[in-house]
């Protein structure tokens, strides 16, 4: 009687022990399909915040510069965002006048394409007419109806109107400054938040996840400099149309994950088509190739070493996932946040398979 009552409360602890482990997976999925819905419809304050946190990142070494001269942590802070204003001020105020040059010279490039284009054009529409043809006749009564959604569509998913852009952009700076002054307040404070067996585990993970940040901000801002300064000198030798606004359009594309390569050749042939011969082309898309090749297997692994860790399947599916998400802000940001989710994996020791998978 004792066996069979010991089998009983066996059979009822397994089963106790098993209810939870299905309340567990059914919680995790509820978990992540509030965070994509909180994610998707908080858009316009998550990206102005992840903005904020990069360009924080960014501005760190300058303001503990700063502070080891002496100088006061937020007066540093504030030395930092407005110096980084002044600096994006200076940019665009140069940049302008050619930006409007050569927006003024887009309509007669964009003629010159459509006159090359012109006869693969009508061929496309001879094959499309033979194929109605061939095909089988559609009833006449029944009207097809199309939902077309174009690329900029897609890319231009919740940016609003230009006043929201600008509304939402002019609180990345004050939210900047607010970061770098509390900085280490939100670190303590966040690690608080913890039971106190976890608080080594979320200190570390934390700082791992700055560290990140700030290599993956400053590595591309280098990257991109180093490869739009060499791109404007080819230009220049090859007679590029407005090579200096052209070279470094095309340097910071190339800093796109896997859509770079292609991206940065549009500026240069937009603007060759009809001034450049064929043998000039050719160098220009030969050198774009270089420059990202030479980029994505030697600069980067110098200047990001091993704090990015995605493989590129992770890094594909990101994208798509952020671009879908929240447009052309989440292929900007797909790449840091998965960074720091599998950090925040590696640390976590149920989440640890998850890491492996997302890591090269």
Same mark, same amino acid.
């Given at each position: ?39 998707? !419809? ?20 300058? &303001?503990? +510069?700063?502070? !080891? ?16 204003? +002044? ?6 105020? +140069? ?86 002054? /509390? ?5 303590? +404070? ?30 591309? =801002? ?33 800093? &796109? ?5 292609? #991206? ?35 600069? !980067? ?6 704090? #990015? ?12 996932? /952020? ?7 989440? #292929?900007? =940001? ?27």
């Amino acid at each position: 009687m004792w066996a069979s009552r010991e089998r009983g409360e066996q059979a009822q602890s397994m089963e106790i022990s098993e209810t939870p482990r299905g309340h567990h997976w059914s919680l995790t999925l509820l978990g992540i399909g509030l965070i994509v819905l909180f994610a998707y !419809y908080g858009e316009s304050v998550l990206a102005v915040l992840f903005f904020a946190i990069l360009l924080s990142f960014t501005l760190s070494p300058v &303001v503990q +510069a700063l502070e !080891y001269l002496h100088v006061p942590r937020a007066f540093g802070a504030l030395i930092s965002v407005v110096a980084l204003l +002044a600096v994006v001020y200076g940019i665009t105020a +140069a940049s302008y006048n050619q930006a409007a040059i050569f927006a003024d010279n887009v309509p007669k490039y964009s003629q010159k394409i459509r006159s090359i284009l012109e006869p693969f054009r009508q061929q496309a529409e001879n094959l499309e007419r033979t194929g109605e043809a061939v095909g089988e006749p559609e009833p006449s009564n029944v009207v097809p109806v199309r939902q077309v959604k174009s690329w900029t569509e897609v890319l231009t998913h919740g940016a609003g109107t230009l006043t929201d852009i600008l509304l939402s952009a002019s609180f990345i700076p004050f939210l900047a400054y607010f970061l770098l002054t /509390w900085q280490s307040h939100a670190r303590s +404070a966040t690690v608080m938040l913890f039971p106190l067996r976890h608080r080594n585990t979320v200190f570390v993970t934390l700082g791992l996840i700055g560290k990140m940040l700030q290599s993956f901000i400053v590595g591309n =801002l280098l990257i991109g400099l180093l490869i739009s300064g060499v791109s404007v000198a080819i230009f220049g030798l090859l007679h590029v149309p407005f090579f200096y606004f052209v070279g470094f359009l095309s340097g910071f594309l190339s800093l &796109v994950p896997y859509l770079g390569i292609v #991206l940065a050749m549009v500026p240069p042939i937009l603007v060759g088509l009809g001034q450049l011969d064929a043998g000039d082309l050719a160098i220009i898309v030969l050198c774009v190739i270089g420059l990202h090749l030479f980029a994505l297997n030697v600069l !980067y692994p110098k200047l990001l070493g091993n704090r #990015l860790r995605i493989n590129p399947l992770a890094v594909t599916i990101a994208l798509l996932f /952020w671009g879908a998400v929240w447009g052309a802000i989440g #292929l900007v =940001l797909a790449i840091p946040i998965t960074g720091a989710i599998k950090i925040v994996f590696d640390h976590v020791e149920s989440m640890k398979p998850y890491a492996d998978w997302l890591g090269e």
